[in-house]
T-cell receptor, first 110, second 113 residues
Framework: GIQVEQSPPDLILQEGANSTLRCNFS?????LQWFHQNPWGQLINLFY???GTKQNGRLSATTVATERYSLLYISSSQTTDSGVYFC????????????FGAGTQVVVTP | DAGVIQSPRHEVTEMGQEVTLRCKPI?????LFWYRQTMMRGLELLIY????????DSGMPEDRFSAKMPNASFSTLKIQPSEPRDSAVYFC???????????FGSGTRLTVV
């Protein structure tokens, strides 16, 4: 079954808008990361966040491990935020195996 | 640090040929991973190494695929013989430990015709 579920699958934003991406996972994790894959295909690590809240500029993320979900917030979106955002987890009983969700495709229009 | 370095960036080969993809992890990272990305299956873990030893190769699709890590600074993923369905982007990643951030290389886009 689906082990890392992301929503929404697609998102179109106007520049300046805010958005929230969600990641649900099915069991306890000891690692959760958010990645951005830019239009050139590069995978950039945004956050390592197995629990708690972190912020980096216009991006922030929150993971509630007890409820098995994580949220990625994009504020004041820019066209450079376009791309695919992936959530990836390492389940406690799958040591080392970082498993990816299907991603959220984000398009930010001028 | 130059990050995780993969070569070549692009590879076009004919069906039946041998293909070798290369990866240099970040110095000091004890874990190295090979992933494959396709539209149909997304990002799949193929194999990972810890201290140059293969730990889990359950994601390797067939015997045509093999991976080695002869030393801490170099790994190869080989496909022999290659088939059109092997066309994908292959990523290498490394990390200090599984409970930490993973750094990905720029990937190798493989096209088998």
């Amino acid at each position: 079954g689906i082990q890392v579920e992301q929503s929404p699958p697609d998102l179109i934003l106007q520049e300046g808008a805010n958005s929230t991406l969600r990641c649900n996972f099915s069991d306890s994790v000891n690692n959760l990361q958010w990645f951005h894959q830019n239009p050139w295909g590069q995978l950039i690590n945004l956050f390592y966040i197995p629990s708690g809240t972190k912020q980096n500029g216009r991006l922030s993320a929150t993971t509630v491990a007890t409820e098995r979900y994580s949220l990625l917030y994009i504020s004041s979106s820019q066209t450079t935020d376009s791309g695919v955002y992936f959530c990836a987890v390492v389940y406690t009983d799958s040591w080392g195996k970082l498993q990816f969700g299907a991603g959220t495709q984000v398009v930010v229009t001028p | 640090d130059a990050g995780v370095i993969q070569s070549p960036r692009h590879e076009v080969t004919e069906m039946g040929q041998e293909v070798t993809l290369r990866c240099k992890p970040i110095s000091g990272h004890d874990y190295l991973f090979w992933y494959r990305q396709t539209m149909m299956r997304g990002l799949e873990l193929l194999i990972y190494f810890n201290n140059n030893v293969p730990i889990d190769d359950s994601g390797m699709p067939e015997d045509r695929f093999s991976a080695k890590m002869p030393n801490a600074s170099f790994s190869t993923l080989k496909i022999q013989p290659s088939e059109p369905r092997d066309s994908a982007v292959y990523f290498c990643a490394s990390t200090l430990g599984p409970a930490g951030g993973y750094t990905f290389g720029s990937g190798t886009r493989l096209t088998v015709v």
